[in-house]
């Protein structure tokens, strides 16, 4: 249980391009979502948390209009990065914290497996 | 704040050796702590995690003790195999279920 997915897993876009990676959570629904942000052999930078049906909060320094983030249900936030630049290029991963699953635990983040953009 | 702070890798072993990897914390309140692990090119998996003082975290052969009195989360796996080559991640989680991660540790098993 608590499997959570991104798609794509993989993409490649011109720059100045839009680009839509969704995060599902897939066997358990998700009152929380967040995004994050790796470098190459670097830790994860959360970049923002959503809730269902509220505006993200985002982390300081991270740009509202150049990432959005849309929690539309608790199944499913879409991160949309806009304006893709090279700059842009990196792993973005998802996660989601369980909401009253019989047995699970709402204190522990369930990651997806990554979605790699490439912006040339 | 919230802060954690691992060991820096790489840490290289031969197979079957004794693996410790180091992890300090500071933090306001009694917060859960977690391993996470991330093979190559895929996201973060949990490993295990414990939830107040003295719990002990287990699985797949690892162990991490909550030690309050040291601030300390430290993964030890008494014989590790080319499969556990990964990097390990250790957090805590802050206020509004957030997350804040080490800066990890590369581990690499040699057969």
């Known amino acids: 249980g608590a499997v959570v997915s991104q798609h794509p897993s993989r993409v490649i876009c011109k720059s100045g391009t839009s680009v839509k990676i969704e995060c599902r959570s897939l066997d358990f629904q998700a009152t929380t979502m967040f995004w994050y942000r790796q470098f190459p052999k670097k830790s994860l930078m959360l970049m923002a948390t959503s809730n269902e049906g509220s505006k993200a909060t985002y982390e300081q320094g991270v740009e509202k209009d150049k990432f959005l983030i849309n929690h539309a249900s608790l199944t499913l936030s879409t991160l949309t990065v806009t304006s893709a630049h090279p700059e842009d290029s990196s792993f973005y991963i998802c996660?989601?914290?369980?909401?009253?699953?019989?047995?699970?635990?709402?204190?522990?983040?369930?990651f997806g497996p990554g979605t790699r953009l490439t912006v040339l | 704040g919230n802060s954690v702070t691992q060991m820096e890798g790489p840490v290289t072993l031969s197979e079957e050796a004794f693996l410790t990897i180091n992890c300090t914390y500071t933090?306001?309140?009694?917060?859960?702590l977690f391993w996470y692990v991330q093979y190559p090119g895929e996201g973060l998996q949990l490993l295990l995690k414990?939830?107040?003082?003295?719990d002990k975290g287990s699985n797949k052969g690892f162990e991490a003790t909550y030690r309050k009195e040291t601030t300390s989360f430290h993964l030890e796996k008494g014989s590790v195999q080319v499969s556990d080559s990964a990097v390990y991640f250790c957090a805590l989680n802050r206020a509004g279920n957030m997350l804040t991660f080490g800066g990890g540790t590369r581990l690499m098993v040699k057969p």
């Open positions: 933090a306001t309140g009694y917060p859960s």
């Open positions: 996660s989601a914290s369980l909401a009253g699953l019989a047995g699970g635990s709402t204190d522990t983040q369930y």
């Open positions: 414990a939830t107040k003082a003295d």
